[in-house]
């Protein structure tokens, strides 16, 4: 078990159940007259998550208000990155609602793109 490795803005979030990580390469590319490629690299290694939880209703809200928030400070696995975070579904996971202590279990997934 890793233990607890994810927060934004310095609250902790359960491990996520599904993750995925891409870097991307940022450029622009033009041809020469010649019919050379000329390319700009923008930005090298941009990176995107898409991560989906098992989060209580007290949770999903923050996650939630995290998606209207510019920016947020993720701390994951150890390294810090500024990012944004957008896309929020939630769906209430099957069977959840019969829990006493909490107001049921939700599956809630997110983008999350780096500055």
Request: charged share 25%.
């Amino acid at each position: 078990m890793l233990g607890n490795y994810l927060t934004f803005n310095d609250i902790s979030f359960p491990n996520p159940i599904n993750t995925s990580k891409t870097s991307k390469t940022l450029e622009n590319v033009n041809q020469s007259e010649a019919g050379t490629d000329l390319v700009c690299v923008i930005r090298a290694s941009k990176l995107y998550w898409g991560m989906s939880f098992n989060l209580t209703s007290a949770k999903k809200e923050i996650l939630e208000q995290l998606c209207q928030d510019e920016s947020t400070v993720m701390t994951y696995m150890g390294k810090t990155y500024t990012v944004r975070v957008r896309n929020y579904k939630e769906k209430l996971v099957e069977g959840s609602e019969w829990l006493s202590s909490i107001d049921g279990l939700f599956e809630c997934s997110v983008d999350v793109t780096e500055y």
